[in-house]
């Protein structure tokens, strides 16, 4: 079955402190996987993809296909990065689309 | 460049009816996905449009049916409107169907 779990509903971590925002995926094929990420009252953006292996705004997950997981990190986390984070797998089975999981709400606590 | 847009932003239907809703693409891009997201749940599947066709489509009823215009902007139908259909609408283009999706603000569809 092809699914995309985010365990935590609600994270709340203190401005300056780590965050990890966890992912696993269950696919029988190579995983494409996105990190999008939702601030107060703005659309759904794409924050991070694994292929691109790059760090946006500080924000960075990398693939581990042994533990099938794609989990968000942060060293230092700031206010500006409270939003809702969804986490979603790109399937390829005739048409492209996404599974995503049922998000995680950060709060960056000051 | 454009983003992707959605009409309208909020719509209060009562169940049994129908519903249209609207979509314009990304400047550039030419394929179409639809996305229902309930209340603390994460977006889910529809279906996709590319050059006018369906062209996939995820475990929602015959109900729900959609269009692309020449243009690339699309419509999503949704008919006999049951209250389990109160959710929040996501359009998402793409070129070529490839990732990533860009997505519009969305359309909140209440079903009384």
């Known amino acids: 079955a092809q699914r995309v779990t985010q365990p935590e509903k609600l994270l709340s971590v203190f401005k300056g402190a780590p965050v990890e925002l966890k992912c696993n995926y269950s696919?029988?094929?190579?995983?494409?996987l996105f990190w999008y990420v939702q601030y107060s009252r703005q659309r759904l953006q794409l924050l991070l993809r694994?292929?691109s292996r790059e760090s946006i705004k500080g924000f960075t997950a990398d693939l581990n296909k042994g533990e099938t997981s794609f989990h968000l990190k942060k060293p230092f986390a700031q206010e500006e990065d409270s939003a809702m984070y969804y986490c979603?797998?790109?399937?390829?089975?005739?048409?492209?689309?996404?599974?995503f999981g049922t998000g995680t709400r950060l709060k960056v606590l000051a | 460049e454009t983003g992707v847009t959605q009409s309208p932003t909020h719509l209060i239907k009562t169940r049994g009816q129908q519903v249209t809703l609207r979509c314009s693409s990304q400047?550039?891009?030419?394929?179409v996905s639809w996305y229902q997201q309930a209340l603390g749940q994460g977006p889910q599947f529809i279906f996709q449009?590319?050059?006018?066709?369906?062209?996939g489509r995820g475990n929602f009823p015959p109900r729900f049916s959609g269009l692309q215009f020449p243009n690339y902007s699309s419509e999503l139908n949704v008919n006999a409107l049951e209250l389990d259909d109160s959710a929040l609408y996501l359009c998402?283009?793409?070129?070529?169907?490839?990732?990533?999706?860009?997505f519009g603000n969305g359309t909140r569809l209440t079903v009384t």
């Open positions: 449009y590319y050059r006018e066709e369906e062209n």
């Open positions: 979603a797998l790109g399937t390829h089975s005739g048409t492209y689309k996404y599974i």
């Open positions: 400047s550039g891009h030419n394929t």
């Open positions: 998402a283009s793409s070129r070529d169907g490839i990732q990533p999706l860009h």
């Open positions: 694994h292929i």
């Open positions: 696919y029988s094929g190579s995983p494409e």
